[in-house]
């Protein structure tokens, strides 16, 4: 299994940046992923997580409404639409698999139930 996650960049306060997350080595159409950040000198942060057909997605409360989780199954890769971005979702971010093959019923949220961890991509919102 690889994730590999691509896009970070540095942006402006407002600004939008569109994450991937290349996967491989698996059917990824079966199983649900997420994304989790990690801001410089914090801990994890669970951001969203998305079914395996992508019908169903959910956001923590500090990016609902700014940041849109999705995935071409045909394509296998996950993306993370992030707009209106703030100095505050300056962190690393990492894509990650669920442990359960078509399972869409739990939080999601419990990073100890995702089995594989991408290496990360940096975003940096400053002015």
Known sequence: VQLV???????????SLRLSCAASGFTFSNYAM????????????????????????IYANSVRGRFTISRNNAESTLYLQMNSLKPEDTAVYYCAKYFVER???????????YDYWGQGTQVTVSS
Do not use: Y
């Not at 996650?5 to 600004?15: A, I, N, T």
């Open 5 to 15: 996650e691509s896009g970070g960049g540095l942006v402006q306060p407002g600004g």
């Open 34 to 57: 997420t994304w989790v950040r990690q801001a410089p000198g914090k801990g994890l942060e669970w951001v969203s997580a998305i079914n395996s057909d992508g019908s169903s997605a």
């Open 103 to 113: 399972a869409w019923t739990g939080t999601f949220r419990e990073f100890n139930e």
